[in-house]
């Protein structure tokens, strides 16, 4: 199959590629991000699928998730990640697990959100492990909004 042309999209590309590159050489203390954006239908979930393909090395993990649109959760883009996943090699408190992936049934007691901010933080953390790995997360505008209208 022939990859899809990032017709006009090269020198983003380009971008995505060099943070890339400096994430796997080490520079600097801190992850690098990288914020794609743009009106729905432009190709962003594209142009992230093409970097993917072309960066070297490949990503030792990559975790995907999604906010949803209409009643967004903090933790839906985790939720997604977790979703299908063995998650019994982390060393995380069941109950938390339940509670970042959104099981049906999770306890009815939950965690203060400064905790479950910590566990969800250390459950990516756990995720990645050694890396190199990149974490996508989109529509992160739906949880935003959802935030500023409340």
Do not use: C, I, N
């Amino acid at each position: 199959m022939m990859p899809v042309s990032m017709v006009g999209r090269a020198g983003e590309l380009a971008e995505l590629d060099r943070a890339w590159s400096a994430v796997v050489a080490g520079r600097g203390r801190t992850p690098a991000v990288a914020v794609v954006s743009g009106g729905a239908g432009v190709g962003k979930s594209l142009l992230v699928s093409a970097a993917l393909d072309v960066f070297t090395p490949r990503p030792a993990v990559v975790l995907s998730g999604a906010a949803r649109v209409h009643s967004p959760a903090p933790y839906d883009w985790l939720a997604a990640v977790l979703s299908g996943r063995d998650t019994s090699r982390l060393d995380l408190p069941s109950d938390a697990l339940a509670w970042l992936a959104q099981h049906p049934e999770a306890p009815r007691e939950r965690y203060a959100p400064g905790a479950l901010l910590r566990l969800a933080v250390r459950t990516v953390r756990l995720l990645v492990g050694d890396g190199p790995a990149v974490v996508v997360v989109e529509d992160l505008h739906a949880r935003s909004t959802r935030r500023a209208s409340t």
